[in-house]
T-cell receptor
Framework: DIQMTQSPFTLSASVGDRVTITCRAS??????LAWYQQKPGEVPKLLIY???NLQSGVPRRFSGSGFGTEFTLTISSLQPDDFATYYC????????FGQGTKLEIK | EVQLVESGGGLVQPGGSLRLSCAAS????????MHWVRQAPGEGLVWVSR????????MYADSVKGRFTMSRDNAKNTMYLQMNSLRAEDTAVFYC?????????WGQGILITVSS
């Protein structure tokens, strides 16, 4: 089974900061990677698909990159609405989520 | 507007059964593979199962294989998750999810509590 490991587990940042979350796969997943945002009490929302493609309606301050086993989600300038938990997911072989990264206000 | 609405959740005793339903609207249901994803209280997202667009192909996570069965009725725009031999560790919010470009639409989720 493919394991997905996100880092950091928790990230404290301020409005306006640039932040990066990393996701590593235990074997190559090519670019079959998605990122989701989940706010407390809400449904997960697709942000990025196929590693670097922005889902319709998602602000351009979100971007994704990577191929193979290492991927990143970057938020270029944090907004108050961005404080949430972020999950990566591989969908190359079955489907596996990372454990999540909680982005907190510093 | 795409909508996915789960129903059938609730409290069940260990060893019991429940059937979840997911009613879809706003898109051509029979064109899409569908999934169930669960999230235990305070925990992360865990993929549970998926079904092909025509219902002939299903796949399950090891943790539910042999206990859960996914099906769909394209005429009714509805999919189902029959859950048997439920365990305390199955307690979670279950989400019905469409696979379009990745998991692009999610239902609001429904809580399953397995407890005596």
């Amino acid at each position: 089974d493919i394991q997905m490991t996100q880092s950091p587990f928790t990230l404290s940042a301020s409005v306006g900061d640039r932040v990066t979350i990393t996701c590593r796969a235990s074997q190559t997943i090519y670019d079959w990677l998605a990122w989701y945002q989940q706010k407390p009490g809400e449904v997960p929302k697709l942000l990025i698909y196929k590693a670097s493609n922005l889902q319709s309606g998602v602000p351009r301050r979100f971007s994704g990159s990577g191929f193979g086993t290492e991927f990143t989600l970057t938020i270029s300038s944090l907004q108050p609405d961005d404080f949430a938990t972020y999950y990566c997911q591989q969908y190359n072989e079955y489907y596996t989520f990372g454990q999540g990264t909680k982005l907190e206000i510093k | 507007e795409v909508q996915l609405v789960e129903s059938g959740g609730g409290l069940v005793q260990p060893g019991g059964s429940l059937r979840l339903s997911c009613a879809a609207s706003g898109f051509t249901f029979s064109d899409y593979w569908m999934h169930w994803v669960r999230q235990a209280p305070g925990e992360g997202l865990v993929w549970v199962s998926r079904i092909s667009s025509d219902g002939t192909n299903t796949m399950y996570a090891d943790s539910v294989k042999g206990r859960f069965t996914m099906s769909r009725d394209n005429a009714k725009n509805t999919m189902y998750l029959q859950m048997n031999s439920l365990r305390a560790e199955d307690t979670a919010v279950f989400y019905c999810v469409r696979y379009g470009i990745a998991f692009d639409y999610w239902g609001q989720g429904i809580l399953i509590t397995v407890s005596s």
